[in-house]
């Protein structure tokens, strides 16, 4: 197994790991690397004036940090700008590689550090959430005692991955993807600055587009496929990055998909057509294409949410339980892996019968609504457990549903001015189809006809 890696006090020259691998043939991403707080790229929530995060940084305040979010938004930064603003040393540990045994080093040498010369040390330990339940035991006395200034990230849910008695210890900060404009200035800052590419090529609007489509929020992925450009164009004799340049260096078409213009809702537009009309192939393909393209996966499972009700309904009605699922599952886990839970739901949705029902029905109730058709609540239905309501007629001839021989009764639910209306009109198709036959039978029982 590996051990851990460390640094010197930051700044200090011929630093480790983060704060001495910034040198010429160093990764564009590690030389690029914010050294502040105000470098780092989005974060907004993290960063006000007060909030705990520079509360931690600006003020020294010894206390260790859990950091959640997608892979590039900043984790292993956050840990490299506070052990430099610190000014306290800097051990990284991989959950990868280390052992309980090089947890135990790092956190003993950190004490020992602490003891003989006064110099605080910011432990990183990156994808906690690999670690064991031992192996995050083994966290603890150097968190309790404050050895170490923990910093510990995870792209898993932490609630889930990291065992409470560390939880309890630590402050826990959620990330969340860049922005395209966050990234966009990642890109443009590393072109020109001196630690990156100090102006060495020049990016096209188009090609610089490609770019952060391709990111997916991940600043990281940006650099990188920003140098690979570069080196790209520099090889073909150029010192100009256009779209075919960067096609070529990161072997990824660009997929033509403005999400704020025609593409973005044409394609989501198809999407949708081609589930309600039961493609499973051609809703991939558009599924396929939105994810290439960096559509926020958010916005893809709501769509499947609306369409579980608006074009399945109760024809099947675990379609909406599926759709909110694959919702819930990619905010739990973000891309690449949240693509299969979408295209789960995609594929089952498009082959699920198909109802227009639920949003016929509730159209129609709004409509009557809108028309002024609202009438009074009947008295048996009103409320009936404050003093004097019965001397008005509330609830006195209401009749409890349960006291039928089926659990139904004839009664009179509707206001008056929509006494015969009839919202739900179920289909024949799917599941729906034994709905619609238990319906008839209680609308026969509930209005005594």
């Given at each position: 197994m590996?051990?851990?890696?460390?640094?010197?006090?930051?700044?200090?020259?011929?630093?480790?790991?983060?704060?001495?691998?910034?040198?010429?043939?160093?990764?564009?991403?590690?030389?690029?690397?914010?050294?502040?707080?105000?470098?780092?790229?989005?974060?907004?929530?993290?960063?006000?004036?007060?909030?705990?995060?520079?509360?931690?940084?600006?003020?020294?305040?010894?206390?260790?940090?859990?950091?959640?979010?997608?892979?590039?938004?900043?984790?292993?930064?956050?840990?490299?700008?506070?052990?430099?603003?610190?000014?306290?040393?800097?051990?990284?540990?991989?959950?990868?590689?280390a052992g309980v045994k090089e947890v135990r080093a790092a956190i003993d040498a950190a004490r020992r550090r602490l003891a003989t010369t006064g110099e605080e040390t910011v432990l990183f330990v990156d994808e906690v959430h690999r670690f064991t339940k031992a192996q995050q035991d083994a966290l603890l006395p150097g968190v309790?005692?404050?050895?170490?200034?923990?910093?510990?990230?995870?792209?898993?849910?932490?609630?889930?991955?990291?065992?409470?008695?560390?939880?309890?210890?630590?402050?826990?900060?959620?990330?969340?993807?860049?922005?395209?404009?966050?990234?966009?200035?990642?890109?443009?800052?590393?072109?020109?600055?001196p630690r990156g590419l100090d102006g060495r090529v020049t990016l096209d609007d188009e090609a610089l587009a490609h770019l952060v489509r391709l990111a997916g929020g991940d600043a990281r992925r940006a650099l990188t496929y920003l140098e690979a450009a570069a080196g790209a164009a520099e090889s073909l004799g150029t010192d100009h990055v256009d779209v075919p340049t960067a096609e070529r260096a990161v072997d990824r078409a660009a997929v033509r998909y403005d999400r704020q213009g025609d593409q973005h809702y044409d394609v989501t537009s198809a999407f949708i057509k081609s589930i309600r009309g039961s493609d499973a192939d051609a809703a991939l393909h558009y599924l396929a294409r939105m994810v290439e393209a960096g559509e926020d996966p958010r916005f893809i499972a709501r769509r499947l949410v609306?369409?579980?009700?608006?074009?399945?309904?109760?024809?099947?009605?675990?379609?909406?339980?599926?759709?909110?699922?694959?919702?819930?599952?990619?905010?739990?886990?973000?891309?690449?892996?949240?693509?299969?839970?979408?295209?789960?739901?995609?594929?089952?949705?498009?082959?699920?019968?198909?109802?227009?029902?639920?949003?016929?029905?509730?159209?129609?109730?709004?409509?009557d609504v809108r028309a002024g058709k609202v009438g009074t609540v009947p008295a048996h239905l009103r409320d009936g457990h404050y003093p004097g309501s019965k001397d008005l007629g509330h609830g006195t001839s209401y009749r409890y549903a349960h006291d039928g021989e089926f659990g139904v009764v004839e009664q009179d639910y509707a206001p008056d001015v929509v006494a015969d209306a009839v919202y739900y009109r179920p289909t024949s198709l799917g599941a729906e189809a034994a709905v619609k036959q238990r319906w008839e039978k209680l609308r026969r029982i509930v209005r005594g006809r």
């Amino acid at each position: 197994m590996g051990g851990p890696s460390t640094s010197a006090g930051a700044g200090a020259p011929g630093a480790g790991t983060l704060a001495g691998n910034q040198h010429g043939s160093a990764p564009l991403a590690v030389r690029m690397r914010p050294e502040t707080l105000e470098e780092l790229a989005g974060q907004q929530q993290l960063l006000a004036p007060g909030s705990p995060l520079r509360r931690l940084v600006e003020g020294d305040q010894p206390m260790s940090l859990l950091l959640w979010g997608p892979p590039g938004t900043g984790k292993t930064t956050i840990a490299s700008i506070l052990s430099r603003q610190t000014q306290r040393g800097f051990v990284e540990v991989s959950a990868v590689t280390a052992g309980v045994k090089e947890v135990r080093a790092a956190i003993d040498a950190a004490r020992r550090r602490l003891a003989t010369t006064g110099e605080e040390t910011v432990l990183f330990v990156d994808e906690v959430h690999r670690f064991t339940k031992a192996q995050q035991d083994a966290l603890l006395p150097g968190v309790e005692n404050r050895w170490v200034t923990l910093v510990a990230a995870t792209t898993e849910n932490p609630f889930f991955s990291v065992i409470s008695p560390l939880l309890s210890r630590s402050l826990l900060l959620t990330l969340t993807s860049l922005t395209d404009d966050d990234v966009r200035g990642v890109i443009e800052r590393a072109v020109t600055d001196p630690r990156g590419l100090d102006g060495r090529v020049t990016l096209d609007d188009e090609a610089l587009a490609h770019l952060v489509r391709l990111a997916g929020g991940d600043a990281r992925r940006a650099l990188t496929y920003l140098e690979a450009a570069a080196g790209a164009a520099e090889s073909l004799g150029t010192d100009h990055v256009d779209v075919p340049t960067a096609e070529r260096a990161v072997d990824r078409a660009a997929v033509r998909y403005d999400r704020q213009g025609d593409q973005h809702y044409d394609v989501t537009s198809a999407f949708i057509k081609s589930i309600r009309g039961s493609d499973a192939d051609a809703a991939l393909h558009y599924l396929a294409r939105m994810v290439e393209a960096g559509e926020d996966p958010r916005f893809i499972a709501r769509r499947l949410v609306i369409l579980a009700s608006e074009d399945i309904g109760l024809a099947d009605p675990t379609a909406l339980t599926t759709a909110v699922a694959a919702a819930q599952a990619v905010q739990l886990i973000g891309l690449p892996e949240g693509r299969l839970s979408l295209a789960q739901a995609v594929i089952a949705l498009a082959v699920a019968p198909k109802s227009n029902a639920v949003i016929a029905a509730i159209d129609a109730a709004q409509a009557d609504v809108r028309a002024g058709k609202v009438g009074t609540v009947p008295a048996h239905l009103r409320d009936g457990h404050y003093p004097g309501s019965k001397d008005l007629g509330h609830g006195t001839s209401y009749r409890y549903a349960h006291d039928g021989e089926f659990g139904v009764v004839e009664q009179d639910y509707a206001p008056d001015v929509v006494a015969d209306a009839v919202y739900y009109r179920p289909t024949s198709l799917g599941a729906e189809a034994a709905v619609k036959q238990r319906w008839e039978k209680l609308r026969r029982i509930v209005r005594g006809r």
